[in-house]
Nanobody, 115 residues
Framework: QVQLVESGGGLVQPGGSLRLSCAASGFAFSIYPMSWYRQAPGKERELVAAVTILGNTNYADSVKGRSTISRDNAKKTLYLEMNSLKPEDTAVYYC?????????WGQGTQVTVSS
C-alpha cells in the first residue's frame, strides 16, 4: 500500500525557514521522480518543486532561489527546505508520486507564514 506522510509544517514569521519531510512507503521510492505541490485557500493545487531519480531538480518561479528539494533514498524520504518565507507561501503542502500513471498524495502539511 502506497503511503506518503508529510510533516514539518507550522506557523512561521515572514523571512523564516521551514523544512518539510515526506516519508514514503509501499513502493520502490528510489526509482520514481517525486514532487511537492501546494494549495492555498481558494486556489488550485500547484507544483512547487520536483526531483528526478538522478537528483535533477526544477522549481516553480515563485519559489526558485528560496527552496531546495532533496531526497534520501536510503530513508525513503523527500524533503523541501524553504527559506525567506513570504505570506503568499501560506498553503497546504503535499507530497506527490506518480506510479503507473496513478497520482498518489499525502494528507498534506499546513504552512502558515504570518507575523
Amino acid at each position: 500500500q502506497v503511503q506518503l506522510v508529510e510533516s514539518g509544517g507550522g506557523l512561521v514569521q515572514p523571512g523564516g525557514s521551514l523544512r518539510l519531510s515526506c516519508a514514503a512507503s509501499g513502493f520502490a521510492f528510489s526509482i520514481y521522480p517525486m514532487s511537492w505541490y501546494r494549495q492555498a485557500p481558494g486556489k488550485e493545487r500547484e507544483l512547487v518543486a520536483a526531483v528526478t531519480i538522478l537528483g535533477n531538480t526544477n522549481y516553480a518561479d515563485s519559489v526558485k532561489g528560496r527552496s531546495t528539494i532533496s531526497r534520501d533514498n536510503a530513508k525513503k524520504t523527500l524533503y523541501l527546505e524553504m527559506n525567506s518565507l513570504k505570506p503568499e507561501d501560506t498553503a497546504v503542502y503535499y507530497c506527490n508520486a506518480v506510479l503507473n500513471s496513478i497520482d498518489y498524495w499525502g494528507q498534506g502539511t499546513q504552512v502558515t507564514v504570518s507575523s
